[in-house]
C-alpha cells in the first residue's frame, strides 16, 4: 500500500543545534516533494521545493534533501530557535497529478 | 483579500443534520484542494479540482461527501447527513499550476463540531 510516514514522536532539542526531521514513503513515484510548516490552529504554510532530480535545496536556515532510491527526504533546521517549534509536514506530487498527499507531520520542539 | 478564505470558522451541528463549508481561493488559482485534519493528526486528501477537467474525487469518504466549485473559483464541500466521526478541521488550499510549482496556499479551516 502507498504510505507517507513521518515521525509521530515530538523531537526536542535546544536551541542552536540542528534539527533534522525525516520523511519516509512507500509505493509512490514523486516527481517533486515539498515541506510545510504548520502552527497550531492554522493552516500550513510552504517552505521548500525539491525536484525528483535535484539532491538538494537550501533556503535560509533550511536545507532538505530528497534519495528516490532510499524514497527518503531529510528536512534540517540548522542554527535552530524556540520559534522554530512547531509541526512540519511533507508532501509528495507525482508527475501524472497535480495532487498533494501529506504525511501525518512531525512536531518540533526547540527549548531556549 | 489576498488568501484562501474559508467560512464558518467554526460550526457546531447536531448529528444527521447537513452541512456546507465554502472556499474562496485565492483569485487565479487553478487548482483548489480540500484536506481534513482530525486532532493531532496529518492531513487526509478528499478532493482536488484543476480547472475544468474533472475533480480528483478519490479521497471522499464515503457518498455523504460532496464538493463543487462553481466557475473555477469558489468551492462548497457538503457533508450530508453528519456523523460524529466527521468532526475535524476542514481545510481548502489553492495553487496556481506551473511547470513544475505547485506550492499550496491553505486558509485558516473551518473547525467542524457534531454533537
Known amino acids: 500500500s502507498q504510505k507517507i510516514e513521518q515521525n509521530s514522536e515530538a523531537l526536542n532539542i535546544q536551541e542552536g543545534k540542528t534539527a533534522t526531521l525525516t520523511c519516509n514513503y512507500t509505493?509512490?513515484?514523486?516527481?517533486?516533494l515539498q515541506w510545510y510548516r504548520q502552527d497550531p490552529g492554522r493552516g500550513p504554510v510552504f517552505l521548500l521545493l525539491?525536484?525528483?532530480?535535484?539532491k538538494e535545496k537550501r533556503k535560509e536556515r533550511l536545507k532538505v534533501t530528497f534519495d528516490t532510491t532510499l524514497k527518503q527526504s531529510l528536512f534540517h533546521i540548522t542554527a535552530s530557535q524556540p520559534a522554530d517549534s512547531a509541526t512540519y509536514l511533507c508532501?509528495?506530487?507525482?508527475?501524472?497529478?497535480?495532487?498533494?498527499?501529506f504525511g501525518s507531520g512531525t512536531r518540533l520542539l526547540v527549548r531556549p | 483579500g489576498a488568501g484562501v478564505s474559508q467560512s464558518p470558522s467554526n460550526k457546531v451541528t447536531e448529528k444527521g443534520k447537513d452541512v456546507e463549508l465554502r472556499c474562496d481561493p485565492i483569485?487565479?488559482?487553478?487548482?483548489l484542494y480540500w484536506y481534513r485534519q482530525s486532532l493531532g493528526q496529518g492531513l487526509e486528501f478528499l478532493i482536488y479540482?484543476?480547472?475544468?477537467?474533472?475533480?480528483?474525487k478519490s479521497g471522499l469518504p464515503s457518498d455523504r461527501f460532496s464538493a463543487e466549485r462553481t466557475g473555477g473559483s469558489v468551492s462548497t464541500l457538503t457533508i450530508q447527513r453528519t456523523q460524529q466521526e466527521d468532526s475535524a478541521v476542514y481545510l481548502c488550499?489553492?495553487?496556481?499550476?506551473?511547470?513544475?510549482?505547485?506550492?499550496?496556499?491553505f486558509g485558516q479551516g473551518t473547525r467542524l463540531t457534531v454533537v
Open positions: 488550499a489553492s495553487s496556481f499550476i506551473t511547470g513544475g510549482g505547485t506550492e499550496a496556499f
Open positions: 508532501a509528495l506530487r507525482m508527475d501524472s497529478s497535480y495532487k498533494l498527499i
Open positions: 479540482f484543476q480547472g475544468n477537467s474533472a475533480p480528483d
Open positions: 509505493n509512490y513515484s514523486p516527481a517533486y
Open positions: 525539491i525536484r525528483e532530480n535535484e
Open positions: 483569485s487565479g488559482h487553478t487548482a
